[in-house]
């Protein structure tokens, strides 16, 4: 249930009816729009009717109901309002939301070595990228595949942290990690095979860090968002949605289908912030501009795009990254796109060629 309140309302009416709707055994999350504040309502409203509600004040303006199984993740919840997800990187805040430029996320797939990873991140950075992305611990589907060298690869991540001044987003695949990566994460993310890792989603729900949560290559939009709607029932707000191909019937030229049609679908839907992955989406190197291009002019608030120094000799995902060069190639030709939708402010700190 949403509450509206007429504009103007005094803030000791706010709390006021917060108390009330507490003492009813619900539970009120104040969101304050660019023009109205709303109460969001979530617990057993079917008990009440929007009537009993409205009488709780005359600063109640109205009173509706959300009809989707998701509540705080629904656009409704926030009275058609975007969320900004603002995450503190060693070179200030960066903004994750649709009134704000496209975010760059860009690095390898795993964590190598310290070399590649600072290499990469410098170069990254160079580019335009805000974000460096690694994986320390690699959900492989052999277990005879590199599985990530683990905590060793958290450290070189603080120090590609550190040399490049980039936020780093890092996968955790067990709640028995989740400290020592929201230590080093500026970004937690939740990958494709844990979307509906129920347990992982309440311990990243508990936690003051931001969270990437990736699509299940086989979800529905309403299970991702009700992932989604675990991390924000256990009181973390910050999240981002991003998607990464679904599982595909022709495997023979794409890795996964990237469903950019995503876009305009969680617009109708949540306030919740996008990203997209075109490198695992298409599983090619070659398709990754085209997707990237195409997500940006659809309206994406964010990119992942996987790069490495070499792409032949990557221990993972080689297929998919783009080197170096490719990269400061794609940042050019994103800008033009990312302009003309007004929604560009990459600052390359080096000229490139
Ligand atoms: C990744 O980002 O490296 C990754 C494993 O992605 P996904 O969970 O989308 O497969
Ligand atoms: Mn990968």
């Not at 939301?97 to 991140?121: F, K």
């Not at 320390?136 to 070189?156: C, I, M, N």
């Not at 003309?340 to 600052?347: K, N, S």
Request: a neutral charge.
């Amino acid at each position: 249930m949403i509450i509206v309140m007429k504009v103007g309302s005094p803030e000791s009416e706010i709390t006021r009816i917060s108390e009330e709707c507490k003492n009813l055994r619900l539970t009120p999350e104040k969101i304050v729009g660019a023009s109205k504040v709303v109460i969001g309502l979530v617990g057993d409203t079917a008990a009440y009717s929007k009537e009993q509600i409205q009488e709780i004040s005359p600063w109640i303006e109205r009173v509706l109901r959300v009809e989707k199984p998701f509540k705080r993740a629904s656009l409704e919840f926030r009275h058609g309002e975007p969320s900004a997800v603002v995450v503190q990187t060693p070179e200030g805040p960066v903004t994750f939301s649709q009134q704000d430029p496209v975010i760059i996320i860009a690095g390898p797939c795993s964590v190598e070595n310290e070399e590649m990873i600072i290499q990469t991140a410098l170069r990254v950075k160079a580019a335009g990228a805000k974000f460096l992305r690694g994986g320390a611990y690699k959900p492989r589907t052999s277990p005879y595949s590199f599985q990530g060298h683990g905590e060793s690869a958290l450290d070189l991540l603080a120090k590609a942290r550190e040399a490049s001044g980039l936020g780093i987003i890092t996968e955790v695949m067990d709640t028995a990690d989740l400290n020592k990566v929201a230590e080093v994460a500026d970004v937690v993310q939740v990958g494709a095979r844990n979307m509906q890792n129920f347990s992982l989603l309440k311990k990243v729900g508990a936690l003051d860090k931001p969270v990437l949560l990736k699509r299940g290559m086989s979800a529905t939009i309403d299970e991702w968002l009700m992932a989604a709607e675990y991390i924000l029932a256990a009181g973390n707000p910050n999240v981002i949605l991003c998607e990464r191909g679904i599982r595909t019937f022709d495997r023979k030229y794409a890795r996964n289908t990237l469903d950019l049609a995503v876009i305009p679908v969680l617009r109708s839907l949540t306030h919740l912030p996008i990203t997209i992955d075109p490198s695992h989406g298409t599983g090619k190197s070659e398709y990754v501009p085209t997707m990237a291009m195409a997500a940006i002019a659809a309206g994406a608030d964010s990119l992942m795009i996987e790069v490495h120094p070499n792409p032949a000799k990557a221990l993972s995902d080689g297929p998919q990254s783009l080197t170096p060069e490719r990269f400061e190639r794609l940042m050019q030709e994103l800008s033009v796109v990312g302009k003309a939708i007004g929604r560009w402010q990459q600052q390359p700190t080096m000229a490139l060629a």
